[in-house]
Structures are given as C-alpha cells and as structure tokens.
C-alpha cells in the first residue's frame, strides 16, 4: 500500500492550473500522476478527452449485482497568484505544523487522496471485495465544469452507479464533519439602459428625456421590498420548506450571530422576516446587484446625461426552483417593468441548478429512496461518529456547485458530500494546506464506509 501523504507530495507538485494554458505541462503531469496510481491500483482507467481538459475514468469490479459507487474529484486547481504572499513555492510541497502546505493541497488533491488512499487499503486487504468502484476525476472544477455536463450525457452508461461519495466541501473545525447536503443553484443576467444615441450636455438637452442611469435604478429599486424579500411575482413559489430537523442541525452548529454581524462589519442584518441570517444565507434565494455602471465617474463634475447604463445582477437559486423557470419569471417582471424612454436589453449569463438530497430517517426523506444512497449515509454517520467521536452535521450550503446538480440531473444520481477542507486552510489563496489528522481520520472514515456498503450486516 503507498503512503498517502508521499503520494500527496507528489501530487500537489504537478502544477495543474486549469485556467491558464501556461500550466499545460502541470496538466498532464496531474493526469498522468491520478490515472497511474489508479492502474496501479488495480483500476481499469480511461484518460477521456473532452473539449478542453481530460475526465479520468478508473473503474474496479464488475459484478452488476454488486454496489456501485461513483467517487469524484478534480485534479485541476486554482491560480497561484499572488506568488509574492506564499511563505512557500506553491508547487513545491512543505509538511509542517500538522499540515502539507502547496496550493491545491486541500482543494482538492488532499480530499481525493484521502479516497485513493482508503479504497487502496481496502482493495488490498479484500482483494474479492463485492463493490464496483468509479471515480471520477475531472480537471475543470475549477472554471466552472464546462464539459463536465457533456461528458456525462456521453458516458452515462459507464455511469450508471448508486450514488456518488465525494470531499469537495468545507467543515467548522477539525472535530466537526460536516455532510453537505444541498446547495444553491445560481442565475446571473446583465442590462443594459440605453437612452440617446450619444452622451448629452446636461444644460442643453436636460428635462427633456429619461435618463438611463435613473431608469435602471428605479428598475433595480423595485425589485425587494423594504423587509428584504425580492420583490418579484413567483420569485418564491417553488421555494421547498426548510423543515424543523434542519434548523436544529444549523443550531447545533452553534454559530453566534454577533460574532458574524462583527466578521461582516455590520451593524443589523437585512433579513427577510422569519429566518436567522444562517438559515437565509442557505435556505432563501436572492436576487444581488453585483456591479453598476454608467455616466462619469471621474475627478471633479461632469454635467451629462450618459447614453446607457449597465448593472450585472446574480440570483442564487435553492430547492426546487430551475434556472430555466427562474429566468422565464424574473425577464418578464423585468420587461413590465422597464421605464419609459430607454431601451432595455436583458442577456442572461451562466446558470447552475441547486441541488437538496435528505438523509434517511428525517420527515422530508422521499420514500423512494435508493437503498443503497440510505445505506451510504447511515455508514458514513457511524463511520464519522467513530472516528471522531462525534457525529457528522448535515447541512445546506449557500454556495452553487454546478456538477452536483449536473450529476443529480443527467446520471440521476445523489451525493455523499463529507467535508474535509477548513476555513484556515485557504482554498485559493495563497498558503493554501491541507490537514494532516483530518487527511488520516478521512481515509479511516471512507474505508469503513465502503467496507460497510460492500458487506451489509
Ligand atoms: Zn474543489
């Protein structure tokens, strides 16, 4: 059996830098380095090209009546900038004060290390292990998955497993396993105001028309209403209900809301009526003003009337509204509403669906739930309450994480999401770590999990 953490070492050293074609060689170096350890493993592995950066598929076993597990990770990171603020190169990996320091290191080369590592252990003590094992290993999470979603539709026969078991997401504290079980979907749009053909003399040609800048102020200003909820008909008519095992998960959490009105440098919340911040930054979909632009905004006065005027608004979505729906709904309060005197252009931009799945056991669990997806939660919450003495929280998350959503919508299939990274860890930024006593409890966590699943008692 290797050693993780030398594995690791040699991993985080492959400068896999998705966006940028300067780290081609850190690419393949990456892709090279998961689909040999897998072969090595025992793995029948597969380099698939896609558009732009390879999936590599490894699969084990194949006994169709046997369990069948489909691991994801990516071997692609963020960019190391700025490099004059790493204590240490970001490529070249450093073990100290109980971590492994390189950027990459916890997200998320460390988390798939942990499942090669316990799936590794656990093939060599139980060579005849009756689970079929998939993983999946894309190398463009980091700019967005792009063809991540066509390489599914193409390969969902290969796919066809019971349910996905993946570390890609954030916990508290090294004590506290957190398992994500939701996340927002995302819609972002952009309009533009366009009022004369050019920028006028305000002196001159000011009083006799709309101007753009004001147009989509009064536009932006009607859609909340004063209490904080979006003001748009439906905005919240597919919303699911946040069920009372929910908020009592979010409570044990114990997070305080002084202490995050200080983190945020706020006086007060703005939060619709009926929810803690907590529950609104992960239960209710918003409607954001991200940027807006227009007129001047130089030294000193200009007295014009600008020609146009742009604001770039993003909605994050939850269970179970579509961003297709969404859209549909949001574009037509937006036309009723467009002022007089301007024209407005409304582009839509990317999108991502939110993604909810209930462990078993709670009210809301749809009884038609896959029994091997049931069996999975229950391992890993035994699991994690062995190891760390304490059981996992199960949580929705604010953030939007296409690919969940993509592999629930094409593959029909529901994700295990047991976090691993911590906020210290500085996942795309510099000084980016990993967790050592996490990355070694994670690989026991993961071993009994699919110990368990390929030997139900
Ligand atoms: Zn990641």
């Not at 999946?136 to 019971?162: A, Y």
């Not at 506290?176 to 105001?193: H, M, N």
């Not at 939660?377 to 760390?388: C, K, P, S």
């Amino acid at each position: 059996m290797f050693d993780p953490l030398e594995k690791l070492k040699e991993y985080v050293r492959q400068a896999s830098v998705s966006a940028d074609p300067q780290f081609k060689d850190g690419m393949v170096g990456a892709q090279k380095f998961v689909a040999t350890l897998l072969r090595e493993m025992g793995f029948a592995v597969d380099v698939i090209p896609t558009e732009l950066h390879p999936v590599i598929v490894g699969t084990h076993g194949s006994d169709p009546r046997w369990p069948h597990v489909i691991i994801y990770g990516h071997y692609d990171v963020q960019p190391p900038d700025p490099l004059s603020e790493w204590t240490t190169p970001p490529f070249e990996p450093v073990v100290k004060q109980g971590r492994i320091w390189g950027r990459g290191a916890a997200d998320n080369k460390g988390p798939l290390m942990v499942h090669l590592a316990a799936v590794g252990r656990l093939l060599e003590n139980n060579p005849q292990l009756p689970l079929r094992i998939t993983f999946v290993v894309e190398g463009e999470e980091e700019i967005g998955s792009k063809n991540f979603k066509s390489f599914l539709v193409k390969h969902k026969e290969r796919l066809r497993g019971d349910f996905v078991f993946m570390s890609d997401t954030g916990i508290p504290n090294p004590e506290q396993i957190v398992i994500t079980v939701g996340l927002r979907g995302l819609l972002a749009l952009e309009i533009e105001a366009q009022g004369a053909r050019t920028d006028l003399h305000s002196g001159l040609h000011g009083g006799a028309l709309m101007n753009p800048i004001q147009a989509l102020a009064e536009l932006c200003a009607s859609l909340h209403t004063p209490e904080g909820r979006v003001n748009i008909p439906g905005f919240y008519d597919e919303v699911c209900e946040v069920e009372p095992w929910e908020r009592e998960e979010l409570r044990r959490l114990g997070l305080q809301e002084k202490d995050y009105a200080d983190f945020l440098g706020i006086e007060t919340f703005h939060v619709p009526p009926g929810y803690t911040p907590f529950e609104a930054i992960r239960y209710l979909p918003t409607l954001e003003f991200n940027g807006i632009e227009g007129g001047y905004q130089g030294e000193g006065t200009k007295t014009v009337i600008p020609s146009r005027a742009r604001v770039k608004i993003s909605c994050r979505l939850v269970p179970n509204q579509t961003p297709e729906s969404m859209q549909e709904i949001i574009f037509r309060a937006l036309r009723e509403r467009a002022p007089r005197g301007v024209r407005i252009t409304i582009t839509p931009q990317h999108h991502a669906a939110p993604y909810v799945v209930v462990p078993p056991g709670r009210q809301n669990t749809p009884p038609d739930q896959s029994p091997v997806l049931a069996r999975a939660f229950r391992a890993t919450d035994r699991a994690v309450a062995e190891v760390f003495a304490k059981p996992p929280l199960y949580l929705r998350e604010g953030g939007s994480v296409g690919l969940i959503a993509d592999l629930k919508r094409v593959l029909g299939l529901d994700a295990v999401m047991m976090g691993l990274f911590l906020p210290e860890d500085n996942i795309h930024a510099p000084n980016e770590s990993f967790h050592l006593g996490l990355m070694e409890k994670g690989i026991k966590v993961a071993e009994k999990v699919l110990m368990e699943l390929a030997n139900p008692a």
